[in-house]
């Protein structure tokens, strides 16, 4: 084995490459942050609903439309990003962003309003989203589902700070000058930060990793949609992002009708679910890091499988039942949106990681739309979410099946 110094020059904020490199997280961390903020919505639609007079139904439009656009732009934008380059790739979607929330404090119809925010700002967040991912994965190649998981942190816990924020200024000066505010923001952060959002040269290491004297190279598959490991990845990510997404979407109104739970509580409770599945993401990185994907998959199904059957027998007043089994939903989606980055990195040939995760990432665009329309649906035709539960048990029964069976890659390695 021999011991090269790839990075004794190579420098990252006037740090050594290895430990600078260690900056580029919370930087990525804070961007996803700012993109993340499409997620507190909600505290946009009642002053809008109020002052617009419009529906519930009405106000949802502008952000259902956004992860539409947001999840159809992420390939799109995986494709451009080899030759428009990661800062000013990243510089054009926090541009959009900002734009898009500008655009909105000045407009005075729902429509209007779907265009801005829903189209505008959900293209900024689809165009901006893989950068950091990409560039962390790139300079940690030691450690990429580490990395990536804990990047990818802002974009979980970004509810937590943004919501609070929003309403802050909502109950200060008004929604259309909060909009207006928080556009002006984002875009001088991302901005600020595109800058850094750099590259490391092709195949760089950090210092002292040792290798055989004749490179062992991992041989990928040549076309991402030709490979069994695509679609194994595909359907689990479908699967474990329908199921999450679904619980978040459901997760007060089933405190208040199945546990029967004061609606504040039942509120209150979501930043507890958000705070698991941010931590959820650091740790599952690391898990893919450390052991085979497929693995690691059917850990994360097993735990929705013991909250699937906690809700299904839950009863009134069972507050714990409730919280545990929602914490390991919430737990779950934060899994998947780290191990869905990590396994493609480790699948896949990493220089063109941007674009094959543009294509799985649709996975989480389909599992977004299917799971709330199927819900409502249960919900509808049943009276009760019970039944819910039982189809997210199937599903996760087929998800171990799925990963046991093709979230696999070959591990034939050829020399150079």
Same mark, same amino acid.
Request: aromatic share 12%.
């Given at each position: 084995?021999?011991?090269?110094?790839?990075?004794?020059?190579?420098?990252?904020?006037?740090?050594? +490459?290895?430990?600078?490199?260690?900056?580029?997280?919370?930087?990525?961390?804070?961007?996803?942050? =700012?993109?993340?903020?499409?997620?507190?919505?909600?505290?946009?639609?009642?002053?809008?609903?109020?002052?617009?007079?419009?529906?519930?139904?009405?106000? !949802?439009?502008?952000?259902?439309?956004?992860?539409?656009?947001?999840?159809?732009?992420?390939?799109?934008?995986?494709? =451009?990003?080899?030759?428009?380059?990661?800062?000013?790739?990243?510089?054009?979607?926090?541009?959009?962003?900002?734009?898009?929330?500008?655009?909105?404090?000045?407009?005075?119809?729902?429509?209007?309003?779907?265009?801005?925010?829903?189209?505008?700002a959900g293209t900024g967040v689809g165009i901006a989203y893989g950068v950091p991912m990409a560039v962390v994965a790139r300079w940690f190649p030691d450690k990429k589902g580490l990395a990536v998981g804990l990047t990818i942190i802002g974009f979980g816990l970004s509810p937590l700070i943004a919501a609070p924020v929003a309403n802050y200024l909502i109950g200060r000066y008004s929604v259309r000058l909060t909009l207006r505010i928080l556009g002006i923001t984002f875009t001088a952060i991302i901005l600020g930060i595109a800058i850094a959002m750099k590259l490391p040269p092709q195949d760089w290491c950090p210092?002292?990793?040792?290798?055989?004297?004749?490179?062992?190279?991992?041989?990928?598959?040549?076309?991402?949609?030709?490979?069994?490991?695509?679609?194994?990845?595909?359907? =689990?990510?479908?699967?474990?992002?329908?199921?999450?997404?679904?619980?978040?979407?459901?997760?007060?109104?089933?405190?208040?009708?199945?546990?029967?739970?004061?609606?504040?509580?039942?509120?209150?409770?979501?930043?507890?679910?958000?705070?698991?599945?941010?931590?959820?993401?650091?740790?599952?990185?690391?898990?893919?890091?450390?052991?085979?994907?497929?693995?690691?998959?059917?850990?994360?199904?097993?735990?929705?499988?013991?909250?699937?059957?906690?809700?299904?027998?839950?009863?009134?007043?069972?507050?714990?039942?409730?919280?545990?089994?929602? =914490?390991?939903?919430?737990?779950? !989606?934060?899994?998947? !949106?780290?191990?869905?980055?990590?396994?493609?990195?480790?699948?896949?040939?990493?220089?063109?990681?941007?674009?094959?995760?543009?294509?799985?990432?649709? +996975?989480?665009?389909?599992?977004?739309?299917?799971?709330?329309?199927?819900?409502?649906?249960?919900?509808?035709?049943?009276?009760?979410?019970?039944?819910?539960?039982?189809?997210?048990?199937?599903?996760?029964?087929?998800?171990?099946?799925?990963?046991?069976?093709?979230?696999?890659?070959?591990?034939?390695?050829?020399?150079?």
């Amino acid at each position: 084995m021999d011991v090269i110094d790839r990075d004794s020059e190579l420098t990252v904020f006037g740090l050594p +490459a290895e430990q600078g490199r260690w900056l580029l997280i919370p930087l990525g961390m804070t961007i996803l942050l =700012c993109l993340g903020s499409v997620y507190s919505w909600s505290i946009f639609r009642k002053p809008l609903e109020n002052e617009l007079n419009i529906s519930a139904t009405e106000s !949802l439009l502008p952000y259902t439309v956004a992860l539409v656009f947001y999840a159809a732009l992420m390939p799109i934008a995986g494709c =451009c990003i080899p030759r428009i380059g990661t800062r000013i790739m990243t510089a054009i979607g926090g541009i959009v962003v900002g734009l898009g929330y500008i655009l909105s404090s000045f407009t005075t119809h729902i429509g209007m309003i779907v265009l801005t925010y829903g189209v505008i700002a959900g293209t900024g967040v689809g165009i901006a989203y893989g950068v950091p991912m990409a560039v962390v994965a790139r300079w940690f190649p030691d450690k990429k589902g580490l990395a990536v998981g804990l990047t990818i942190i802002g974009f979980g816990l970004s509810p937590l700070i943004a919501a609070p924020v929003a309403n802050y200024l909502i109950g200060r000066y008004s929604v259309r000058l909060t909009l207006r505010i928080l556009g002006i923001t984002f875009t001088a952060i991302i901005l600020g930060i595109a800058i850094a959002m750099k590259l490391p040269p092709q195949d760089w290491c950090p210092r002292r990793i040792a290798v055989p004297v004749s490179t062992i190279i991992p041989s990928y598959p040549t076309h991402l949609l030709r490979s069994q490991s695509f679609y194994g990845l595909w359907v =689990c990510y479908a699967i474990g992002t329908l199921i999450g997404l679904s619980a978040i979407g459901i997760s007060s109104p089933v405190g208040e009708e199945m546990i029967d739970i004061n609606p504040r509580l039942a509120a209150s409770s979501v930043s507890l679910f958000a705070l698991f599945n941010g931590v959820s993401r650091p740790l599952f990185g690391w898990l893919s890091d450390r052991f085979k994907p497929h693995y690691v998959a059917i850990l994360s199904y097993t735990l929705i499988l013991i909250a699937c059957v906690l809700m299904a027998n839950a009863q009134k007043g069972q507050i714990a039942t409730y919280v545990i089994a929602f =914490c390991l939903f919430w737990f779950c !989606l934060g899994g998947w !949106l780290a191990m869905a980055p990590a396994i493609t990195l480790r699948f896949f040939n990493p220089d063109r990681y941007v674009q094959n995760y543009g294509i799985v990432f649709t +996975a989480y665009g389909t599992g977004a739309l299917i799971g709330t329309l199927v819900t409502g649906r249960i919900r509808d035709w049943f009276g009760t979410y019970v039944y819910v539960f039982y189809l997210m048990a199937l599903l996760a029964i087929i998800g171990i099946v799925v990963a046991n069976l093709m979230l696999k890659r070959s591990d034939r390695l050829y020399s150079q």
